[in-house]
C-alpha cells in the first residue's frame, strides 16, 4: 500500500552523471521533429510484448503509453477504459490507432508535473524507449505518482536502439 507522504519520492539515484549524457547532445526535440513510422524491432519480440500486456492489464483499464508513436502494441480488438498517448512527435502519435489522446513532452527537459493526476492510471507501458530517458528516477516518481495502487508499470527494452541517442 502505498504511503501517501512518500508517494513520488525518489529514494535512489540509478544513474551517475556521465551516464546521463548521449553521444549526441543535440535537442532531443529537434531529432524527433519529423515522423518516423518505422517498426524498430521485430515480429518476436513485439507478439511477446502484445501477449504480456494481454495478461497484465485488465480490459477496463485507463492505460498510459509512454514513449509511444504509431504503433501501441496493445492487443488488437481489446476495449480499455481509454488509452492516453505521450511521444515526442505529434504526426507519429495522431497516426497511433490505439490512442484515445495524446501529448508531446521532452522527458528529459520536463520529466514531471506532467497533466494527469495523481493515481489517475491503471496502466504504464512503455515500449522500447526506456534507455533514452536520462532523468529515468524522476519519469519513474512521476510513473509511480499517476498510477493507482496496484497498478501495473510494464517497461519493455532490447539492445537495438538510436545508439546516438541512448
Ligand atoms: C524507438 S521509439 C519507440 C516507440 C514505440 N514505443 C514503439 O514501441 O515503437 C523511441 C521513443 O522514445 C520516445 N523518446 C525518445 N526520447 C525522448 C525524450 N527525450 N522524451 C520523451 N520521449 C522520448 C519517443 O516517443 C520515441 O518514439
Avoid at 524522476?138 to 537495438?160: C, D, H, M, W
Wanted: hydrophobic share 40%; proline share 6%; aromatic share 10%.
Amino acid at each position: 500500500m502505498r504511503a501517501a507522504a512518500t508517494a513520488g519520492e525518489i529514494v535512489r539515484e540509478v544513474l551517475a552523471s556521465p551516464e546521463r549524457s548521449k553521444l549526441d547532445p543535440g535537442s532531443d526535440r529537434e531529432f524527433y521533429a519529423f515522423p518516423r513510422l518505422v517498426k524498430h524491432v521485430d515480429e518476436g519480440f513485439t507478439s511477446q510484448v502484445t501477449e504480456l500486456y494481454r495478461q497484465r492489464i485488465p480490459q477496463d483499464a485507463v492505460v498510459l503509453d509512454l514513449c509511444s508513436s504509431w504503433v501501441s502494441h496493445l492487443p488488437p480488438g481489446e476495449k480499455y477504459k481509454e488509452v492516453i498517448g505521450h511521444g515526442m512527435n505529434a504526426q507519429e502519435l495522431a497516426k497511433n490507432p490505439q490512442l484515445d489522446r495524446f501529448f508531446v513532452r521532452d522527458l528529459n527537459r520536463e520529466p514531471r508535473e506532467w497533466a494527469l493526476a495523481d493515481a489517475s492510471v491503471d496502466a504504464v507501458v512503455c515500449c522500447v524507449s526506456v534507455q533514452y530517458l536520462q532523468q529515468p528516477e524522476q519519469v519513474f516518481a512521476e510513473v509511480y505518482r499517476v498510477l493507482k495502487p496496484g497498478g501495473v508499470a510494464i517497461f519493455t527494452f532490447s539492445n537495438r536502439m538510436f545508439w546516438d541517442k541512448g
